[in-house]
């Protein structure tokens, strides 16, 4: 990862908070700096909500969570750190002062990034030595979820530290998005900016309150901008014709005096609290981390969505999920040889929100994906791969019994034990017990009969010597193991 491998997050709050659970999901450590006496204790339940996101997001491998360390110093946060993200308030002034201190006890290669969301990294960098390590990255709340993050440089930074930090967010998962020339508040925030304007004028003239301008964005172009942003949304309603037949059908309302862009109203008391209130009134008593994971859960179900779109290739933020779990499977975690004695732990699921059902529990074909993805990771233990599969060799099963024991709902982390029961080179036996990792309580079992099989001529064969082998002697280690009560069991025999 560019060769960052510790990073310095100076300010916890929900920005800084972001990136920390961003940062250590990566596998990096952390060290957090913020003089805020609470903000161990706010940061706590972000991490919790990242967390549980993050294992929804990517339910297979994922790195060994990164250290985080709270610091009593900046000096002791960023003195050995790669990277440095500063995440104070927008306050320039601050922002200057902080950065300087930055600057002046942190490595001399390492790079300092700024989350400002609109002050100019030119303004930044005018009390640094080293100005040309610093540079913008503004992110998107949630931090953790969220991938686009903005890079502007100033006048005095280099073009390869703009380089070397594409590289660095892209390796996290997220989406760089270089902004060629240094502007105010940059590109994301601008758009924002446009349309809550508009907002607080509808809420400011009694137009639509809070609540009903939100419904509007979701239940309409929202859904549109989630997966095609705008552009490519007014080209379809361009028609055949496209966006040239779009800007010329619809070119002249821009000039209708609808907008009030370029005002705002006054953000008194009175309107303050009817925002204020109406707010209230739409969260119907959910607290901020509630909404944070109903917010996380549905972000994660869009981009799990986007991802199986394209022939599975992904669109948009799906796309880049992809790539990004493509990444993490290309460079596997070590992980230690597996005690063959013992039944074998080599498939773990986390339970999303498209596997429930409409009594929010797993739905029964879910089970059976979670055994099959354990069926497969005990066939590339035994050394069934790619090569072996283009030769015309693979594995069938035949036969399968499952039982269902308990419920499995959104966001638990299961785990699936396999025990080898008998293997005579062409047949191979197995049982899986899959557990809640949370209560410990056996959710399913699967036994499963398995052929080897030359795959031109359908038949069963006996395997390859190695694989042979390999059958035989976790059949062997396992023998001694005891036989779960469930093996051989019928359908409907009673407990």
């Known amino acids: 990862m560019t ?10 709050g929900v920005i800084g908070g972001g990136w920390v659970a961003r940062f250590a999901q990566n596998g990096l450590d952390v060290a957090v700096y913020d003089p805020d006496p609470q903000a161990e204790r706010k940061l706590a339940g972000l991490m919790e909500n990242a967390a549980h996101a993050f294992a929804a997001l990517i339910p297979g491998d994922r790195p060994v969570f990164g250290k985080v360390t709270f610091v009593s110093s900046m000096r002791e946060a960023v003195e050995d750190a790669d990277l440095i993200q500063e995440s104070a308030p ?3 002034a601050l922002k ?21 969301s609109g002050l100019l990294p030119s303004d930044l960098q005018q009390a640094m030595r080293r100005p040309e390590r610093l540079f913008v990255a503004h992110p998107f709340n949630p931090v953790y979820l969220v991938p686009l993050v903005e890079l502007v440089a100033g006048n005095a930074t280099a073009p390869e530290t703009i380089e070397t930090a594409k590289a660095f967010y892209a390796a996290l998962g997220m989406k760089p998005l270089h902004v060629r020339k240094e502007i105010d508040a940059f590109i994301g925030d601008r758009l924002l900016e446009a349309l809550w304007r508009e907002a607080l ?19 309409s172009f929202g859904l549109r901008w989630a997966q095609m942003g705008i552009f490519q949304v007014y080209r379809i309603a361009g028609g055949e014709a496209g966006m040239r037949h779009f800007m010329a059908q619809f070119g002249p309302c821009l000039k209708w005096p609808w907008t009030k862009l370029m005002d705002v109203p006054d953000l008194t008391d009175a309107l303050v609290d009817k925002i204020s209130d109406q707010s209230d009134a739409q969260a119907d ?3 901020i981390r ?8 549905n972000l994660v179900a869009i981009m799990r969505a986007l991802a199986g779109q394209a022939g599975g290739a992904g669109w948009g933020a799906g796309e ?22 013992r039944p074998l732990d080599l498939h773990t699921a986390t339970v999303l929100p498209e596997w429930a059902d409409y009594n929010g529990h797993m739905t029964e074909y879910r089970y059976l994906q979670v055994l099959g993805d354990a069926t497969d990771a005990l066939l590339a233990l035994i050394g069934l791969d790619a090569e072996m599969l283009a030769s015309g060799r693979s594995f069938y099963t035949v036969e399968s019994h499952l039982r269902h024991l308990a419920e499995g709902k959104v966001g638990d982390k299961l785990t699936v034990s396999t025990q080898v029961l008998s293997s005579d080179g062409k047949r191979l036996r197995i049982f899986h017990t899959i557990t809640n990792d949370t209560t410990g309580d056996v959710v399913a079992t699967g036994e499963h009969m398995l052929l080897h099989v030359d795959t031109t001529s359908g038949k069963a064969v006996t395997a390859e010597p190695a694989l ?28």
Do not use: C, F
């Open 90 to 92: 927008e306050q320039l």
């Open 285 to 287: 008593g959910l607290s």
């Open 3 to 12: 060769g960052i491998r510790k990073v310095a997050v100076i300010g916890g």
């Open 320 to 341: 880049l999920l992809n790539t990004y779990e493509a990444s993490l499977a290309v460079t596997p975690l070590p992980k230690a040889a597996p005690d063959i004695t």
């Open 96 to 116: 200057q002062k902080i950065l300087a201190e930055i600057d002046a006890h942190a490595r001399a290669d390492a790079l300092v990034a700024s989350s400002t």
């Open 201 to 219: 004028w509808l809420v400011n003239d009694d137009v639509a309150t809070a609540e009903e301008i939100d419904d509007v964005i979701r239940y």
């Open 468 to 495: 042979g082998e390999t059958m035989a002697k976790l059949a062997a280690a396992h023998a001694g193991l005891a036989v779960p009560d469930a093996a051989g069991r019928a359908v409907g025999q009673p407990r």
């Open 290 to 297: 509630d909404l944070e994971r109903i917010r996380d859960d």
